[in-house]
Nanobody
Framework: QVQLVESGGGLVQPGGSLRLSCAAS????????MSWYRQAPGKERELVAT???????QYADSVKGRFTISRDNAKTTVYLQMNSLKPEDTAVYYC?????WGQGTQVTVSS
């Protein structure tokens, strides 16, 4: 069974940083694109960032220059480094690999 286990969410002040992690089953991780999504209260889930198996990255316009997605194939883990956080970044963040989703981790940006 494929599992995606996220960690790293929490409460941070505006301008602060957080790093999210998502550990995945090894057999699928190495060959698949990994993505981070987020869903704020009352809003639809939106794509934040993706990274292909070869390391090519893409970002939503709202996070370009502030967020960085990366992957460690040896640890079968994908990361989302979030800097210069804003209150509008508050959401539940989800990791996705093909049709599999993590349980989500809450990120709250507030003073």
């Amino acid at each position: 069974q494929v599992q995606l286990v996220e960690s790293g969410g929490g409460l941070v002040q505006p301008g602060g940083s957080l790093r999210l992690s998502c550990a995945a089953s090894r057999s699928l991780f190495l060959f698949n694109t990994m993505s981070w999504y987020r869903q704020a209260p009352g809003k639809e889930r939106e794509l934040v960032a993706t990274i292909t198996s070869g390391g090519t990255t893409q970002y939503a316009d709202s996070v370009k220059g502030r967020f960085t997605i990366s992957r460690d194939n040896a640890k079968t883990t994908v990361y989302l480094q979030m800097n210069s956080l804003k209150p509008e970044d508050t959401a539940v963040y989800y990791c996705r690999m093909i049709e599999y989703w993590g349980q989500g981790t809450q990120v709250t940006v507030s003073s």
